[in-house]
Protein backbone atom coordinates (compact mmCIF):
# COMPACT_ATOMS: atom_id res chain seq x y z
CA UNK A 1 0.00 0.00 0.00
CA UNK A 2 1.43 3.25 -0.92
CA UNK A 3 2.35 5.62 2.13
CA UNK A 4 0.93 9.81 1.71
CA UNK A 5 2.32 11.93 3.52
CA UNK A 6 0.06 15.36 4.12
CA UNK A 7 1.87 18.64 5.19
CA UNK A 8 -1.25 20.86 5.80
CA UNK A 9 -1.90 23.34 8.71
CA UNK A 10 -5.37 23.76 7.69
CA UNK A 11 -6.63 20.80 9.45
CA UNK A 12 -10.20 20.49 8.05
CA UNK A 13 -8.74 20.33 4.26
CA UNK A 14 -6.05 18.01 5.92
CA UNK A 15 -8.79 15.75 7.14
CA UNK A 16 -11.03 15.47 3.63
CA UNK A 17 -7.80 14.87 1.99
CA UNK A 18 -6.84 11.61 4.34
CA UNK A 19 -10.46 10.53 3.76
CA UNK A 20 -10.62 10.88 0.38
CA UNK A 21 -6.94 9.15 0.15
CA UNK A 22 -7.71 6.24 2.55
CA UNK A 23 -11.34 5.71 0.39
CA UNK A 24 -8.70 4.69 -2.31
CA UNK A 25 -6.82 2.12 -0.02
CA UNK A 26 -3.94 4.85 0.49
CA UNK A 27 -2.27 4.72 3.78
CA UNK A 28 -2.13 8.43 5.09
CA UNK A 29 0.09 10.85 7.73
CA UNK A 30 -0.32 14.38 8.21
CA UNK A 31 1.90 16.71 9.58
CA UNK A 32 0.99 20.51 9.99
CA UNK A 33 4.42 21.96 10.09
CA UNK A 34 7.33 22.01 8.61
CA UNK A 35 9.57 20.62 11.32
CA UNK A 36 6.74 17.94 11.50
CA UNK A 37 7.10 16.61 8.00
CA UNK A 38 11.07 16.65 8.30
CA UNK A 39 10.52 14.36 11.04
CA UNK A 40 8.40 12.14 9.67
CA UNK A 41 10.13 12.29 6.07
CA UNK A 42 13.55 11.09 8.19
CA UNK A 43 11.87 8.28 10.29
CA UNK A 44 9.12 6.60 8.25
CA UNK A 45 8.63 5.00 4.88
CA UNK A 46 6.87 7.80 2.72
CA UNK A 47 6.09 7.28 -0.83
CA UNK A 48 4.93 10.86 -1.87
CA UNK A 49 4.19 14.12 -0.15
CA UNK A 50 1.10 16.56 -1.00
CA UNK A 51 2.08 19.83 0.33
CA UNK A 52 0.70 23.30 1.06
CA UNK A 53 3.18 25.85 0.06
CA UNK A 54 2.93 27.92 3.01
CA UNK A 55 3.19 26.67 6.22
CA UNK A 56 3.49 27.63 9.68
CA UNK A 57 7.07 27.33 9.88
CA UNK A 58 8.24 27.80 6.46
CA UNK A 59 7.14 26.67 2.96
CA UNK A 60 7.54 23.61 0.37
CA UNK A 61 9.71 24.99 -1.38
CA UNK A 62 12.55 24.81 1.93
CA UNK A 63 11.21 21.81 2.53
CA UNK A 64 11.99 20.28 -0.79
CA UNK A 65 15.32 22.00 -0.77
CA UNK A 66 15.80 20.21 2.76
CA UNK A 67 15.26 16.84 1.07
CA UNK A 68 17.50 17.30 -1.56
CA UNK A 69 20.48 18.39 1.06
CA UNK A 70 19.13 14.73 2.71
CA UNK A 71 18.93 13.30 -0.69
CA UNK A 72 15.31 12.33 0.11
CA UNK A 73 13.81 11.33 -3.37
CA UNK A 74 10.16 11.78 -2.91
CA UNK A 75 8.07 13.27 -5.34
CA UNK A 76 6.40 16.04 -4.03
CA UNK A 77 2.82 17.84 -4.94
CA UNK A 78 2.60 20.90 -4.02
CA UNK A 79 -1.03 22.82 -3.15
CA UNK A 80 -1.43 26.62 -3.75
CA UNK A 81 -4.05 29.30 -3.60
CA UNK A 82 -4.90 30.53 -7.16
CA UNK A 83 -2.60 33.60 -6.01
CA UNK A 84 0.40 31.69 -5.51
CA UNK A 85 0.91 30.06 -9.04
CA UNK A 86 4.01 31.57 -9.61
CA UNK A 87 5.77 30.46 -6.17
CA UNK A 88 3.68 27.11 -7.58
CA UNK A 89 5.83 27.41 -10.57
CA UNK A 90 9.01 28.37 -8.78
CA UNK A 91 8.90 24.94 -6.44
CA UNK A 92 8.59 23.07 -9.54
CA UNK A 93 11.76 24.57 -10.70
CA UNK A 94 12.38 23.49 -7.14
CA UNK A 95 11.73 19.87 -8.30
CA UNK A 96 8.20 19.32 -7.09
CA UNK A 97 6.48 17.12 -9.21
CA UNK A 98 3.42 19.51 -10.20
CA UNK A 99 0.87 21.57 -8.20
CA UNK A 100 -2.64 21.68 -7.47
CA UNK A 101 -4.96 25.07 -7.32
CA UNK A 102 -7.29 24.96 -4.16
CA UNK A 103 -9.80 24.44 -3.59
CA UNK A 104 -8.89 20.77 -4.06
CA UNK A 105 -11.40 18.19 -5.41
CA UNK A 106 -11.01 14.43 -5.74
CA UNK A 107 -11.08 13.84 -9.31
CA UNK A 108 -8.11 16.52 -10.27
CA UNK A 109 -6.67 15.17 -7.16
CA UNK A 110 -6.66 11.48 -8.32
CA UNK A 111 -5.32 11.51 -11.24
CA UNK A 112 -2.16 13.57 -10.78
CA UNK A 113 -1.49 11.03 -7.43
CA UNK A 114 -1.55 7.98 -9.74
CA UNK A 115 0.30 9.02 -12.25
CA UNK A 116 3.40 9.97 -9.52
CA UNK A 117 2.53 6.57 -7.87
CA UNK A 118 3.16 4.61 -11.17
CA UNK A 119 6.05 6.38 -11.75
CA UNK A 120 7.64 5.79 -8.59
CA UNK A 121 6.69 2.62 -8.64
CA UNK A 122 8.90 1.90 -11.25
CA UNK A 123 11.84 3.74 -10.67
CA UNK A 124 12.30 2.26 -6.90
CA UNK A 125 11.59 -1.40 -8.30
CA UNK A 126 14.79 -0.24 -10.68
CA UNK A 127 16.54 1.43 -7.48
CA UNK A 128 16.36 -1.90 -5.34
CA UNK A 129 16.12 -4.77 -7.57
CA UNK A 130 18.33 -6.60 -10.41
CA UNK A 131 14.75 -6.43 -12.56
CA UNK A 132 12.17 -8.69 -12.26
CA UNK A 133 14.33 -11.56 -10.64
CA UNK A 134 13.59 -13.47 -7.99
CA UNK A 135 15.56 -16.44 -8.57
CA UNK A 136 18.22 -17.85 -5.44
CA UNK A 137 21.12 -17.39 -7.48
CA UNK A 138 20.04 -13.95 -8.32
CA UNK A 139 19.76 -13.32 -4.99
CA UNK A 140 23.20 -14.19 -4.18
CA UNK A 141 24.48 -12.00 -6.82
CA UNK A 142 22.61 -9.35 -5.43
CA UNK A 143 23.88 -9.32 -2.03
CA UNK A 144 27.41 -9.77 -3.01
CA UNK A 145 26.93 -6.73 -5.75
CA UNK A 146 24.93 -4.64 -2.44
CA UNK A 147 28.32 -5.56 -0.02
CA UNK A 148 30.74 -4.42 -2.53
CA UNK A 149 29.41 -1.75 -3.56
CA UNK A 150 29.65 0.35 -0.48
CA UNK A 151 33.46 -0.26 -0.47
CA UNK A 152 35.88 1.52 -3.31
CA UNK A 153 36.94 -1.93 -4.43
CA UNK A 154 37.22 -2.88 -8.55
CA UNK A 155 34.65 -5.87 -9.15
CA UNK A 156 34.84 -7.92 -12.13
CA UNK A 157 31.91 -9.54 -13.57
CA UNK A 158 32.03 -12.60 -14.89
CA UNK A 159 28.79 -14.27 -17.24
CA UNK A 160 27.47 -15.50 -20.40
CA UNK A 161 26.95 -13.11 -23.28
CA UNK A 162 23.74 -11.18 -22.32
CA UNK A 163 22.86 -12.90 -18.90
CA UNK A 164 22.71 -9.18 -17.62
CA UNK A 165 26.18 -8.26 -16.45
CA UNK A 166 25.64 -4.16 -17.09
CA UNK A 167 22.93 -4.34 -15.04
CA UNK A 168 24.16 -5.61 -11.98
CA UNK A 169 27.63 -3.25 -12.59
CA UNK A 170 24.46 -0.38 -12.47
CA UNK A 171 23.51 -1.63 -9.85
CA UNK A 172 26.67 -1.72 -8.05
CA UNK A 173 26.78 1.85 -9.06
CA UNK A 174 23.50 3.13 -8.01
CA UNK A 175 23.67 1.45 -4.25
CA UNK A 176 27.56 3.13 -3.87
CA UNK A 177 27.96 6.65 -2.52
CA UNK A 178 28.68 6.98 -6.18
CA UNK A 179 25.37 7.46 -7.52
CA UNK A 180 25.11 10.77 -7.82
CA UNK A 181 28.05 10.69 -10.05
CA UNK A 182 28.13 9.23 -13.75
CA UNK A 183 27.49 5.68 -14.86
CA UNK A 184 29.93 5.07 -17.99
CA UNK A 185 29.67 1.75 -19.57
CA UNK A 186 32.35 1.47 -22.22
CA UNK A 187 32.36 -1.58 -24.73
CA UNK A 188 35.93 -2.64 -24.65
CA UNK A 189 35.37 -5.26 -27.88
CA UNK A 190 33.93 -2.42 -29.77
CA UNK A 191 36.25 0.16 -29.79
CA UNK A 192 39.10 0.23 -32.76
CA UNK A 193 42.91 -0.67 -31.34
CA UNK A 194 44.46 2.60 -33.01
CA UNK A 195 41.38 4.19 -30.80
CA UNK A 196 41.77 2.96 -27.34
CA UNK A 197 43.86 5.00 -25.87
CA UNK A 198 42.20 7.94 -27.40
CA UNK A 199 38.98 6.87 -26.12
CA UNK A 200 40.24 6.19 -22.63
CA UNK A 201 42.16 9.46 -21.41
CA UNK A 202 41.30 11.85 -24.70
CA UNK A 203 43.67 14.04 -26.70
CA UNK A 204 44.68 17.20 -27.55
CA UNK A 205 44.58 19.22 -30.91
CA UNK A 206 46.89 18.21 -33.30
CA UNK A 207 48.01 14.93 -31.32
CA UNK A 208 47.86 12.95 -34.36
CA UNK A 209 46.22 13.29 -37.81
CA UNK A 210 42.65 13.97 -37.46
CA UNK A 211 42.72 15.20 -33.97
CA UNK A 212 41.97 18.60 -35.10
CA UNK A 213 40.56 19.75 -31.32
CA UNK A 214 40.60 18.51 -28.11
CA UNK A 215 39.08 15.86 -26.92
CA UNK A 216 38.21 14.29 -23.25
CA UNK A 217 38.12 10.24 -22.77
CA UNK A 218 35.85 7.89 -20.62
CA UNK A 219 37.45 8.94 -17.88
CA UNK A 220 37.23 12.41 -17.83
CA UNK A 221 33.53 11.55 -18.70
CA UNK A 222 33.39 8.96 -15.50
CA UNK A 223 35.07 11.15 -13.08
CA UNK A 224 33.79 10.59 -9.72
CA UNK A 225 31.53 7.89 -11.23
CA UNK A 226 32.01 4.47 -11.93
CA UNK A 227 33.15 3.18 -15.67
CA UNK A 228 31.84 -0.16 -16.39
CA UNK A 229 34.09 -1.96 -18.82
CA UNK A 230 32.42 -4.29 -20.92
CA UNK A 231 34.41 -7.39 -22.57
CA UNK A 232 37.68 -6.41 -20.65
CA UNK A 233 38.86 -9.20 -22.38
CA UNK A 234 39.08 -7.67 -25.51
CA UNK A 235 41.95 -4.34 -24.14
CA UNK A 236 44.41 -4.51 -26.66
CA UNK A 237 47.80 -4.83 -24.86
CA UNK A 238 49.20 -1.65 -25.19
CA UNK A 239 46.29 -0.34 -23.16
CA UNK A 240 46.11 -2.64 -20.61
CA UNK A 241 49.70 -1.24 -19.56
CA UNK A 242 48.03 2.41 -19.69
CA UNK A 243 45.01 1.29 -17.91
CA UNK A 244 47.44 -0.26 -15.51
CA UNK A 245 49.21 2.55 -14.72
CA UNK A 246 46.48 4.93 -14.48
CA UNK A 247 44.95 2.57 -11.78
CA UNK A 248 47.86 2.15 -9.90
CA UNK A 249 49.25 6.11 -10.14
CA UNK A 250 45.57 7.50 -9.83
CA UNK A 251 46.28 10.26 -12.60
CA UNK A 252 46.31 10.06 -16.15
CA UNK A 253 47.56 12.14 -19.27
CA UNK A 254 45.66 12.69 -22.47
CA UNK A 255 47.82 11.85 -25.58
CA UNK A 256 49.68 14.50 -26.60
CA UNK A 257 49.20 16.84 -23.70
CA UNK A 258 51.57 17.93 -21.20
CA UNK A 259 48.91 18.00 -18.01
CA UNK A 260 48.21 15.05 -15.70
CA UNK A 261 44.73 15.02 -14.56
CA UNK A 262 43.61 13.26 -11.11
CA UNK A 263 41.60 9.96 -11.68
CA UNK A 264 38.27 9.54 -9.33
CA UNK A 265 36.68 6.52 -10.79
CA UNK A 266 35.67 3.12 -9.85
CA UNK A 267 36.02 0.43 -12.09
CA UNK A 268 33.57 -2.28 -12.50
CA UNK A 269 34.87 -4.65 -15.43
CA UNK A 270 32.72 -7.60 -17.24
CA UNK A 271 33.66 -10.42 -18.93
CA UNK A 272 32.24 -13.41 -20.74
CA UNK A 273 35.47 -15.34 -21.49
CA UNK A 274 37.67 -17.54 -19.55
CA UNK A 275 40.31 -14.76 -19.13
CA UNK A 276 43.20 -16.83 -16.86
CA UNK A 277 43.37 -18.54 -19.90
CA UNK A 278 43.85 -15.26 -21.83
CA UNK A 279 46.49 -14.53 -19.21
CA UNK A 280 48.27 -18.00 -19.67
CA UNK A 281 48.01 -17.79 -23.60
CA UNK A 282 50.21 -14.04 -22.93
CA UNK A 283 46.85 -11.94 -23.92
CA UNK A 284 45.79 -10.23 -20.96
CA UNK A 285 48.33 -8.65 -18.53
CA UNK A 286 48.06 -10.85 -14.89
CA UNK A 287 48.90 -7.40 -12.65
CA UNK A 288 45.72 -5.88 -14.72
CA UNK A 289 43.60 -8.86 -14.11
CA UNK A 290 44.35 -8.88 -9.59
CA UNK A 291 44.12 -4.64 -9.94
CA UNK A 292 40.55 -5.28 -11.81
CA UNK A 293 39.95 -8.52 -9.86
CA UNK A 294 39.68 -7.21 -6.38
CA UNK A 295 35.89 -8.50 -5.86
CA UNK A 296 34.20 -10.96 -8.19
CA UNK A 297 31.10 -11.84 -9.38
CA UNK A 298 30.11 -14.75 -11.20
CA UNK A 299 26.51 -14.29 -12.99
CA UNK A 300 24.80 -17.37 -13.07
CA UNK A 301 23.32 -18.48 -17.02
CA UNK A 302 19.86 -18.24 -17.29
CA UNK A 303 19.30 -22.14 -17.83
CA UNK A 304 20.43 -21.99 -13.96
CA UNK A 305 17.91 -19.27 -12.92
CA UNK A 306 14.74 -21.49 -13.72
CA UNK A 307 12.43 -19.70 -12.09
CA UNK A 308 12.90 -16.10 -13.62
CA UNK A 309 12.17 -16.96 -16.64
CA UNK A 310 8.59 -16.13 -16.91
CA UNK A 311 8.48 -12.81 -14.57
CA UNK A 312 11.41 -12.08 -17.06
CA UNK A 313 9.25 -13.11 -20.27
CA UNK A 314 6.05 -11.37 -18.69
CA UNK A 315 8.06 -8.24 -18.34
CA UNK A 316 9.15 -8.19 -21.65
CA UNK A 317 5.51 -8.74 -23.02
CA UNK A 318 4.08 -5.90 -21.02
CA UNK A 319 6.84 -3.46 -21.83
CA UNK A 320 6.00 -4.72 -25.74
CA UNK A 321 2.32 -4.24 -25.53
CA UNK A 322 2.42 -1.05 -23.80
CA UNK A 323 5.17 0.37 -26.48
CA UNK A 324 3.35 -0.84 -29.14
CA UNK A 325 -0.35 -0.49 -27.81
CA UNK A 326 -0.98 -4.33 -28.43
CA UNK A 327 -3.58 -6.32 -26.23
CA UNK A 328 -2.03 -9.62 -25.30
CA UNK A 329 -2.77 -11.51 -21.93
CA UNK A 330 -0.25 -14.10 -21.49
CA UNK A 331 1.31 -16.77 -22.66
CA UNK A 332 -0.51 -20.52 -23.06
CA UNK A 333 0.46 -23.80 -20.74
CA UNK A 334 2.59 -24.84 -23.58
CA UNK A 335 4.18 -21.80 -24.46
CA UNK A 336 4.96 -21.78 -20.53
CA UNK A 337 6.73 -25.23 -20.80
CA UNK A 338 8.49 -24.66 -23.87
CA UNK A 339 10.04 -20.77 -21.93
CA UNK A 340 10.84 -23.01 -19.23
CA UNK A 341 12.67 -25.94 -20.86
CA UNK A 342 14.74 -24.40 -23.55
CA UNK A 343 18.71 -23.73 -22.38
CA UNK A 344 18.67 -20.24 -23.61
CA UNK A 345 22.39 -19.82 -25.16
CA UNK A 346 21.83 -16.28 -25.26
CA UNK A 347 20.38 -15.75 -22.26
CA UNK A 348 18.32 -12.68 -21.23
CA UNK A 349 19.03 -11.00 -23.95
CA UNK A 350 17.41 -14.14 -26.13
CA UNK A 351 14.40 -14.22 -23.96
CA UNK A 352 13.66 -10.70 -24.81
CA UNK A 353 13.77 -10.71 -28.48
CA UNK A 354 12.11 -14.18 -28.53
CA UNK A 355 9.01 -12.24 -26.61
CA UNK A 356 9.24 -9.25 -28.91
CA UNK A 357 8.75 -11.14 -31.57
CA UNK A 358 6.59 -13.64 -30.47
CA UNK A 359 4.32 -10.45 -29.36
CA UNK A 360 4.57 -9.55 -32.95
CA UNK A 361 3.69 -12.38 -34.07
CA UNK A 362 1.06 -13.72 -32.11
CA UNK A 363 -2.68 -13.57 -33.29
CA UNK A 364 -5.28 -14.56 -31.03
CA UNK A 365 -4.17 -11.79 -28.08
CA UNK A 366 -1.84 -14.96 -26.16
CA UNK A 367 1.31 -16.20 -27.00
CA UNK A 368 1.39 -19.75 -27.74
CA UNK A 369 4.69 -22.03 -28.73
CA UNK A 370 4.27 -21.63 -32.33
CA UNK A 371 4.82 -17.97 -31.87
CA UNK A 372 8.41 -18.56 -30.26
CA UNK A 373 10.36 -19.03 -32.26
CA UNK A 374 12.79 -21.42 -31.06
CA UNK A 375 15.20 -23.86 -32.82
CA UNK A 376 14.15 -27.44 -32.56
CA UNK A 377 15.13 -30.01 -29.86
CA UNK A 378 17.63 -31.36 -32.40
CA UNK A 379 19.16 -28.06 -32.09
CA UNK A 380 19.66 -27.66 -28.18
CA UNK A 381 21.05 -31.44 -28.59
CA UNK A 382 23.90 -30.36 -30.65
CA UNK A 383 24.30 -27.17 -28.84
CA UNK A 384 24.51 -28.66 -25.68
CA UNK A 385 27.27 -31.00 -27.87
CA UNK A 386 28.95 -28.17 -28.70
CA UNK A 387 29.34 -26.70 -25.16
CA UNK A 388 30.59 -29.74 -24.01
CA UNK A 389 33.71 -30.18 -26.73
CA UNK A 390 34.03 -26.46 -25.80
CA UNK A 391 34.22 -27.67 -21.83
CA UNK A 392 36.84 -30.43 -22.32
CA UNK A 393 39.08 -28.51 -25.28
CA UNK A 394 39.32 -25.61 -22.09
CA UNK A 395 40.34 -28.02 -19.64
CA UNK A 396 42.72 -29.96 -21.89
CA UNK A 397 44.24 -26.07 -22.74
CA UNK A 398 44.98 -25.51 -18.94
CA UNK A 399 45.96 -28.72 -17.89
CA UNK A 400 48.81 -28.19 -20.78
CA UNK A 401 49.22 -24.29 -19.57
CA UNK A 402 49.46 -25.84 -16.03
CA UNK A 403 51.87 -28.64 -17.27
CA UNK A 404 49.53 -31.03 -15.50
CA UNK A 405 49.48 -29.68 -11.86
CA UNK A 406 45.60 -30.39 -11.29
CA UNK A 407 45.57 -27.81 -8.11
CA UNK A 408 46.80 -24.71 -10.67
CA UNK A 409 44.39 -26.26 -13.83
CA UNK A 410 40.77 -26.02 -11.37
CA UNK A 411 42.69 -22.37 -10.26
CA UNK A 412 42.98 -21.60 -14.11
CA UNK A 413 39.83 -23.03 -14.95
CA UNK A 414 38.08 -21.55 -11.49
CA UNK A 415 36.26 -25.08 -10.67
CA UNK A 416 37.35 -26.73 -7.38
CA UNK A 417 40.19 -29.90 -7.77
CA UNK A 418 36.96 -32.93 -7.05
CA UNK A 419 34.72 -30.55 -9.96
CA UNK A 420 38.10 -31.07 -12.06
CA UNK A 421 38.52 -34.84 -12.10
CA UNK A 422 34.94 -35.20 -12.08
CA UNK A 423 34.81 -33.39 -15.51
CA UNK A 424 38.28 -35.27 -16.46
CA UNK A 425 36.17 -38.73 -16.09
CA UNK A 426 33.44 -37.50 -17.87
CA UNK A 427 35.56 -36.18 -21.29
CA UNK A 428 37.81 -39.53 -20.74
CA UNK A 429 40.77 -37.28 -20.67
CA UNK A 430 43.60 -38.75 -18.82
CA UNK A 431 47.04 -36.98 -17.95
CA UNK A 432 48.65 -40.67 -16.82
CA UNK A 433 51.58 -41.42 -19.40
N1 LIG B 1 16.88 -8.41 -15.02
C1 LIG B 1 16.61 -7.87 -16.20
N2 LIG B 1 15.45 -7.21 -16.41
C2 LIG B 1 15.18 -6.66 -17.61
N3 LIG B 1 16.01 -6.69 -18.66
C3 LIG B 1 17.19 -7.32 -18.49
C4 LIG B 1 17.55 -7.95 -17.27
N4 LIG B 1 18.77 -8.50 -17.40
C5 LIG B 1 19.17 -8.24 -18.66
N5 LIG B 1 18.22 -7.52 -19.31
C6 LIG B 1 18.28 -7.07 -20.70
O1 LIG B 1 18.96 -8.06 -21.47
C7 LIG B 1 19.89 -7.45 -22.33
C8 LIG B 1 21.28 -7.99 -22.02
O2 LIG B 1 21.70 -7.50 -20.75
P1 LIG B 1 23.18 -6.92 -20.50
O3 LIG B 1 23.58 -6.03 -21.64
O4 LIG B 1 23.23 -6.35 -19.13
O5 LIG B 1 23.97 -8.29 -20.59
P2 LIG B 1 25.54 -8.51 -20.61
O6 LIG B 1 25.80 -9.71 -19.79
O7 LIG B 1 26.26 -7.23 -20.23
O8 LIG B 1 25.73 -8.84 -22.16
P3 LIG B 1 27.08 -8.78 -23.02
O9 LIG B 1 28.02 -9.76 -22.38
O10 LIG B 1 26.58 -9.25 -24.37
O11 LIG B 1 27.56 -7.38 -23.00
C9 LIG B 1 19.76 -5.95 -22.14
O12 LIG B 1 18.88 -5.47 -23.11
C10 LIG B 1 19.16 -5.82 -20.78
O13 LIG B 1 18.41 -4.65 -20.65
Known amino acids: MSRILIVEDDVVLARALKNWLERERLQVTCAITAANARRIIANEEVDM ?7 PDGD ?20 TQHAEVSSA ?33 KTKRKQTDILQRVSPPIREVERRARLVAVTDMSVLIRGENGSGKELVADLIHRTSARDDKPFVPVDCGAI ?12 VKGAFTGAVTDKTGVFHAADGGTLFLDEVGNLPYEVQTNLLRVLQERRYRPIGGRREYACDVRIVAATNENIERAIAEGHFREDLYHRLNEFTIELPPLRECADDILPLAEFFLTQFCEKNHRRITGFTP ?13 NVRELRNTVRSAALLSMTGTIDETDLDLPSTRGMES ?16 LKAAKYNKALAAELLRISRPTLYEKMKKYGINTEK
Open 383 to 398: YALKVEQEERTRIVKA
Open 49 to 55: ILSDLRL
Open 60 to 79: GIELLEWMKKNKCRIPLIIM
Open 89 to 121: IRAMKAGAEDYLPKPIHPETLYPKLNDVLLRTR
Open 192 to 203: PKELSAAEFFGY
Open 334 to 346: SAVKRLKNYRWPG
